[in-house]
């Protein structure tokens, strides 16, 4: 799997600059379609991951008040029940839109789909993604540290509040960037992915949130992130329509946000993948969400290594003449 095309220096440099950059047409549609399939089987076997998630399904439980129902979602990486409770509890609501579609769509997620994946596990391993992480994060190496792939059928109201992912990885630096990878048309109606630019350089980090509301993780650390859904034209905020092919790519401290899918008909699929460079390294992150799939814990200020962040791309050495 090889990119279309190299990275330009102004593709690099709004990268830098705004902390998001959108990559035109670079992956070929076989590539496209392997990342759809994986998404897709990863669907399919949702109920096999305990990082899998039917987030609509938690909120019309929550609202229903059926604890048989939240306490059996509890038994994976998050404790959703004490999260129901802890949004309850903080006096703020659930991020609706009002969606018109006649039937009422789910917002899915699934994370650590490489360690269940195979083939999907290969596709964040080498080629064209390292490489689009190497050309941007200016590093001698570069290693792999996460994935997640996010769904959000049409007529899903739930909206994916405004958050800065920095606050939910498991590190600290500044050399990591995260590639979002649609495999479907996107437009602001069926949930396009909005971006503050320039927040990475504020030098702020933020509470992470509970996705569906701006309810911050218990026990979580950093800055309240302010009510930017209420206030959106008081922020220099941009989003992308994207086609499959192309690739948008923020740094992990840039925050972001997006809303439900108010289409009738366009599934909005995404698989989102994570590189980290030559300064990041590891670090706890109190309230930040369980990772049941690592293998070696590692120690604060350990840089990222073993196989659950390996390397994958090195740059190459020049051969002296």
Known sequence: ???????????????????????????????VNNIRSCIDEAVDTLGNSKNGYDLTAITKAAEAKNAAALKKESQGQHDV????????????????????????????LDTAVTTRIKEFRQLAMR???PEIAAALLNSEEVNFFGDQVFIKEPGTKERTAFHQDATY??????QCCVLWIPVDPVTIENGAMMYVRKSHLDGILYQPNVFISQTPLPGSEG????????????????????EPGDILVHNYKTVHGTGGNLS??????????????????????????????????????DKLTGPDFPMVWKKPQRIAA
């Open 1 to 31: 799997m090889k990119l279309k095309r190299s990275i330009t220096t102004d593709e690099v440099r709004a990268y830098n600059l705004n902390g998001v950059v959108r990559l035109k047409e670079v992956l070929d549609l076989r590539t």
């Open 81 to 108: 029940g004490g999260i129901i409770k802890h949004i309850q509890a903080s006096g703020k609501s659930y991020l609706y839109d009002n969606v018109k579609s006649e039937k009422s769509g789910s917002f899915l």
């Open 127 to 129: 080629g064209a993604f």
């Open 169 to 174: 990885f498991h590190i600290e630096g500044d």
């Open 223 to 242: 800055n309240i992130l302010p009510d930017i859904e209420g206030h959106l034209e008081d922020y220099d905020i941009v989003h992308f329509d994207v």
């Open 264 to 301: 009738r008909y366009q599934v909005r699929r995404a698989a989102s993948i994570r590189y980290c460079g030559d300064d990041i390294r590891f670090k706890t992150r109190p309230g930040a969400p369980k990772q049941l799939h690592y293998t070696n814990q590692l120690k604060d200020g």
